[in-house]
T-cell receptor, first 115, second 108 residues
Framework: EAGVTQFPSHSVIEKGQTVTLRCDPI?????LYWYRRVMGKEIKFLLH????????ESGMPNNRFLAERTGGTYSTLKVQPAELEDSGVYFC?????????????FGPGTRLTVL | RKEVEQDPGPFNVPEGATVAFNCTYS??????FFWYRQDCRKEPKLLMS???SGNEDGRFTAQLNRASQYISLLIRDSKLSDSATYLC?????????FGTGTRLKVLA
């Protein structure tokens, strides 16, 4: 069974540009999560989808970040315009649900560098 | 104060040693508990879930103390391949809250 996949693996952009990250969850997983690790800090929650609906977006840093999950399948996370402090590794995870304690499986991450 | 606290290490131990990691969490409403392993520049991978009754998986034993809000991981007979960062994770309403991780290096 294929795991969680993310694209691109790396992205280097300049401040003010736009970047879109993509996540494909494990097939059949209703729950999709975005997390971020900035250098020297712990991995932090950004948001949670159940199918196509945003269940919890309490971790989104500001309105420069927009996440979507069209049709309840893959998800995109767009940063527009990017700032220096957005640099970090963005992880996507998925879980089958519906229980909150279900294991979350992580993708390999997208390493974003904003210059 | 961080919601999940871990000693960042590094712990440098010889092969065959026993090593223990501890973690404390601040939110008593936390619902599920895990240890994840993360290799350098890779994604976190589930090592084991943690239960109050304690659970064991081969050389690994995890324990949860809800009263003290404390989670532990014991690794016996350390192998070189155990070198990694061990992440303590607490789940509340689907959201994972991570500790900063404890780095382990097993030396030959």
């Amino acid at each position: 069974e294929a795991g969680v996949t993310q694209f691109p693996s790396h992205s280097v952009i300049e401040k003010g540009q736009t970047v879109t990250l993509r996540c494909d969850p494990i097939s059949g997983h209703d729950n999709l999560y975005w997390y971020r690790r900035v250098m020297g800090k712990e991995i932090k929650f950004l948001l949670h989808f159940v199918k196509e609906s945003k269940q919890d977006e309490s971790g989104m840093p500001n309105n420069r970040f927009l996440a979507e999950r069209t049709g309840g399948t893959y998800s995109t996370l767009k940063v527009q315009p990017a700032e220096l402090e957005d640099s970090g590794v963005y992880f996507c995870a998925s879980s089958q649900g519906p229980r909150g304690g279900d294991t979350q499986y992580f993708g390999p991450g997208t390493r974003l560098t904003v210059l | 104060r961080k919601e999940v606290e871990q000693d960042p290490g590094p712990f440098n131990v010889p092969e065959g040693a026993t090593v223990a990691f501890n973690c404390t969490y601040s939110n008593s409403a936390s619902q599920s508990f895990f240890w994840y392993r993360q290799d350098c520049r890779k994604e976190p991978k589930l090592l084991m879930s943690v239960y109050s009754s304690g659970n064991e998986d081969g050389r690994f034993t995890a324990q949860l103390n809800r009263a003290s809000q404390y989670i532990s991981l014991l690794i016996r007979d350390s192998k070189l391949s155990d070198s990694a960062t061990y992440l303590c994770v607490v789940e509340k309403t689907y959201k994972y809250i991570f500790g900063t991780g404890t780095r382990l290096k097993v030396l030959a």
